[in-house]
Nanobody
Framework: QVQLVESGGGLVQAGGSLRLSCAAS????????RGWFRQAPGKEREFVAT????????YYADSVKGRFTISRDNAKNTVYLRMNSLKPEDTAVYYC???????????????WGQGTQVTVSS
């Protein structure tokens, strides 16, 4: 079992920045890849970014490429999502997920956090 706890969400104006954190505990070695997903009201959950176990590989959705950066500190069992140049369309609940491989498909992730709300005002 892996437990994930997200934090760092909040209300920010368009053009602003936020950094989300995802702290993991439990048997993290078997599900060490991490992904960030988001879900806006009335929309399906969508992929945002993913990072491999050693941090050497990352992949981003086109909608956030160049604005968001995923990183990790394995000593702290924590993954981060730095979000710059935020837009109102980035408003969503952001979820952290743990899986075996850093992939886009949400079905590949075994564990999920409870989510943190990000609201970007125009």
């Amino acid at each position: 079992q892996v437990q994930l706890v997200e934090s760092g969400g909040g209300l920010v104006q368009a053009g602003g920045s936020l950094r989300l954190s995802c702290a993991a505990s439990g048997r993290t070695f078997s599900s060490c890849a991490r992904g960030w997903f988001r879900q806006a009201p009335g929309k399906e959950r969508e992929f945002v970014a993913t990072i491999s176990c050693n941090g050497g590989n990352t992949y981003y959705a086109d909608s956030v490429k160049g604005r968001f950066t995923i990183s990790r500190d394995n000593a702290k069992n924590t993954v981060y999502l730095r979000m710059n140049s935020l837009k109102p369309e980035d408003t969503a609940v952001y979820y952290c997920a743990a899986g075996f491989k850093p992939v886009v498909a949400s079905i590949a992730y075994d564990y999920w956090g409870q989510g943190t709300q990000v609201t970007v005002s125009s």
